[in-house]
């Protein structure tokens, strides 16, 4: 049975597609079959690992809205052990057609339970919101991964998406887990980044995973190839970056076994 982890912010901008996209691929090149599921109508997903979502004729809006078996629309990807449940610009009005629907907060939950046996892990790729679709896919969701940016207003809005995670967790999701913030975007040549590292700390503690997601031009220019950054620059700091994030989810899981010593790859900065 998989576990499934949302990825969500509704700020944009904080590297959360990024995160949903790489830490896939980070599982999957690790060995352990991942399905991301974009629940974005900008499908930045879809393109991300190389689908053209003009030519995306069936999507996760059809799995909700018509009732279409998931197991039918599954892509699988370029990289072994990734498959993808693409999205549309059509998932936009799902939440307008989903609002007189019986049960309407657990339409994802019941499209994912599908497909779930077969699979390691499910990411979920949120949008940029606190809406409908956003809440099915927390309800979905075991645990959510929060993305947020080294920067100035890095706390701006947190407050709303923790309280709609709580409310989620008392009215439709009890099992509902905090698996991280995750703190992308850092500069190590800039002060604020550290500061905001600092403060993030100070507030959450344990909640905030080790790994950092630095800034690196390789890791902003593999979308435009529909790659995922273990395919564009293996080498790069953002893959090591993803895949430190991937075993630290791992030991954290206790799913691998994993000496403290061995925890993070040791790299070189990269700008």
């Known amino acids: 049975m998989g576990k499934i982890i949302a990825i969500a912010n509704q700020k944009g901008g904080v590297g959360k597609t990024?995160?949903?996209i790489n830490l896939s691929a980070s599982f999957a090149v690790l060995e352990?079959?991942?399905l991301l599921v974009d629940a974005d109508p900008q499908a930045n997903s879809t393109s991300g690992v190389g689908f053209d979502p003009r030519n995306i004729k069936t999507s996760i809006y059809e799995c909700i809205i018509d009732d279409v078996e998931p197991k039918d629309i599954i892509l699988n990807t370029k990289t072994p052990y990734l498959d993808l449940i693409p999205a549309h610009i059509d998932l936009v009005g799902?939440?307008?057609e989903m609002i007189n629907l019986p049960n309407r907060e657990k339409m994802m939950r019941n499209v994912i339970n599908k497909v779930k046996d077969n699979y390691d892990f499910i990411i979920i790729d949120c949008s940029p919101s606190l809406g409908l679709i956003t809440v099915n896919s927390l309800t979905a969701?075991?645990?959510v991964i929060i993305p947020v940016q080294c920067e100035y207003f890095a706390l701006e809005g947190l407050g709303k998406l923790l309280n709609t995670i709580k409310i989620v967790q008392t009215r439709l999701n009890k099992d509902l887990?905090?698996?991280g913030i995750l703190l992308t975007m850092f500069d190590v040549r800039l002060r604020l980044s550290k500061q905001v590292v600092e403060e993030v700390q100070t507030?959450?503690?344990q909640m905030v995973f080790d790994t950092l997601i630095n800034r690196n031009t390789?890791?902003?220019?593999?979308p435009s190839f529909g790659e995922t950054i273990i395919m564009h620059d293996a080498e790069s700091t953002g893959a090591t970056n993803y895949l430190n994030l991937a075993r630290e989810i791992l030991q954290k899981n206790e799913l691998t076994n994993i000496n403290q010593s061995d925890k993070q790859i040791n790299i070189a900065n990269e700008s």
């Open 18 to 20: 990024t995160t949903a």
């Open 32 to 34: 352990y079959k991942t």
């Open 94 to 96: 799902a939440e307008i």
């Open 141 to 143: 969701a075991d645990s």
């Open 177 to 179: 887990d905090i698996e």
């Open 203 to 205: 507030h959450f503690q």
């Open 218 to 222: 390789r890791l902003s220019e593999a």
